[in-house]
């Protein structure tokens, strides 16, 4: 019977958070801009399940408008301490709205204000003066909305999963350097594995 990847990641999480790993709610997304230039960057991951792999992104930023225009990405996924690496790469598609408010409602004050900075100030990304311009929008943001709790998400804000078409495993062998690495394939009936040279 073949492995089901996700399940295995889900169960290398839990591992990593009972560790302590201080990446077990970070990956690393790759997307390539329009002429071609590949782009990565850590971002936070929400959750992972059979819908796939879970983020929010704002659709002010260079990244959505990468994975707007090729509705594909890649993940790095690591965690050292259950010595665990997943190279993850599939389809975008859209997160429940409940989903996203969800998620909204778990992030602190500064993130839910930088958040709605982006459409009221500047986009992520975009340049600006200095540190000091943002944290002085930031300071007015918190003025307007001194209850964050009850700040709703901006429009910007879009969920998405990854749903993962292939998953490129590595288990960690240090002692020897022959790590253990299986290439998982989704099927119509279901994964396909072969194993590869670490």
Known sequence: MTIDPVAEIIAAREEARGRNDP??????????????????RAVSLRDIDGRGFGLLLNITSPKWRQ??????CAL?????TVRRQYRVHGDIR?????????YWMRKGRGSRLLEHYYGAYHAQSEPIPSRYHLLQGIAELGRRHPETEVL????????????PTGIDVWHGSPEDRLHDRRL??????GWSSRTLVP
Request: hydrophobic fraction near 45%; charged fraction near 20%.
């Open 23 to 40: 990446h077990v709610d970070v990956c690393v997304l790759a997307t390539a801009t329009a002429a071609g230039q590949p782009e990565a």
């Open 67 to 72: 994975l707007e225009a090729t509705g594909r």
């Open 76 to 80: 790095l996924v690591l965690w050292s």
């Open 94 to 102: 859209p997160m429940e709205p409940e989903r996203v408010l969800a």
């Open 152 to 163: 709703l998400p901006p429009d910007t804000l879009r969920g998405i999963y990854l749903f």
């Open 184 to 189: 998982f394939t989704r099927t119509e009936a």
